[in-house]
């Protein structure tokens, strides 16, 4: 991951304005010293306030069951700059987590 992209929160109230266009994410998950981070691009607004983000995570997928376990999840809004990182985690996540291993 590049070291020169800076993360920003951004409070719930006011994230409806990022994620109603429609943009790709990534959903992180951790649960036990289990961590996973995957692409999605299919979410939507079901509540403005309090902010409320639906999302389908099939449960084929690893984070699937780590956000069951924890009830936790971080939707992160990537910048166009990483669309090629998004690319890759979409399709080499697993294979880099076991060579980190």
């Known amino acids: 991951m ?10 719930l109230d006011r ?3 990022y994620l109603e266009p429609g943009p790709i994410v990534l959903v992180s998950s951790a649960c ?3 961590r996973d981070i995957m692409t999605l691009g299919w979410h939507t607004m079901m509540a403005f306030s309090p902010s409320l983000v639906g ?7 690893h984070s699937f069951e780590l ?12 910048m166009t ?11 080499h996540f697993h294979d880099l987590t076991r060579q980190a291993s």
């Open 2 to 11: 590049r070291d020169d992209v800076e993360m920003v929160d951004v409070p």
């Open 15 to 17: 994230v409806r304005r």
């Open 32 to 34: 036990g010293g289990e």
């Open 55 to 61: 999302c389908v995570i099939s449960s084929g997928n």
């Open 67 to 78: 956000v069951r376990r924890s009830g936790t999840c971080v939707i992160n809004l990537p």
């Open 81 to 91: 700059a990483l669309t090629a990182v998004i690319k890759a985690t979409g399709i």
